[in-house]
């Protein structure tokens, strides 16, 4: 809990996201659907509320980019972990999860939070009406069919104020492998998590119209197994 007690206000009178229509392209594939079940899992969801912690990267993105007294929209936001470790430096704070189990958690543990459960690429935001969109953990990496990506950030892009931020994380790359979906072990259960080049990230970012300011290798043991990116909204 933030030194402020949980405190936070508000972003919008009422709630700040609604749940908008999502595009055809913009429906969510069986894969995506058995990832939000997997971290759905009593002992995933434990852990991650339990968690407490960021890494280096998480903790310079942070420290160096978030503007003073931020609205923040944490997007994937699991199970607060972002309000557990940072909320005292948020002007305010609005968390969506596509799992009712995480977001529980997430209500359990800070009660004047607002959070929601929702599909994060079929949310309605007002235009520049946020200073800081988070991505953490690599949730836009089980975004699938590709295009959800590119739906997810270009929201990101146009909910941002002018000081706004976008703190991004995506898997990177291992030795042999190519860009796309690739199935992996998470906990005993095989999770479809998007991994690509550093290069290709930023371009994807940039594309939604963000200058990347910021990257950083993020590592699981020896391996940088993911990057951080900053990125402020191009005009
Ligand atoms: C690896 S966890 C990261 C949680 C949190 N961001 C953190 O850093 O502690 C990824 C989260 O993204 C959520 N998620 C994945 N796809 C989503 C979607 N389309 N809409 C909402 N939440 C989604 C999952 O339910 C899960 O809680």
């Not at 972990?81 to 002007?91: A, E, I, L, Q, T």
């Not at 994060?120 to 200073?131: E, Q, R």
Request: glycine share 10%; aromatic share 8%.
């Amino acid at each position: 809990m933030g030194a402020n007690g949980g405190q936070f206000g508000r972003l919008h009178e009422g709630k700040i996201v609604t749940v908008g229509t999502r595009s055809l392209e913009g429906v969510p594939d069986a894969r995506e659907t058995a990832y939000i079940a997997a971290m759905s899992r009593a002992k995933i969801v434990s852990a991650y509320a339990q968690w407490g912690t960021t890494s280096e990267a998480e903790d310079f993105a942070i420290d160096r980019y978030l503007p003073d007294d931020a609205r923040v929209l944490d997007l994937g936001c699991g199970a607060g972990r972002m309000v557990d470790v940072f909320g005292d430096r948020f002007g305010s704070y609005s968390g969506v999860d596509g799992s009712p189990e995480m977001i529980a958690a997430a209500r359990s543990k800070h009660p004047a939070c607002e959070f929601e459960v929702a599909d994060i690429a079929g949310l309605t935001i007002a235009p520049a009406s946020v200073d800081a969109v988070l991505l953490m953990h690599n949730v836009i990496d089980s975004l699938c069919p590709f295009a959800r990506r590119g739906i997810v950030l270009e929201m990101a892009r146009a909910s941002l104020s002018p000081r706004g931020i976008l703190v991004c994380s995506s898997h990177l790359l291992h030795s042999g492998m190519s860009s796309g979906y690739i199935v992996e072990d998470y906990h005993g259960v095989e999770v479809s998590n998007y991994r690509s080049t550093a290069s290709e990230f930023c371009a994807e970012v940039e594309k939604a119209g963000f200058n990347v300011v910021f990257l950083m290798k993020d590592k699981r043991g020896s391996q940088a197994d993911w990057m951080y990116i900053v990125g402020t909204p191009r005009s």
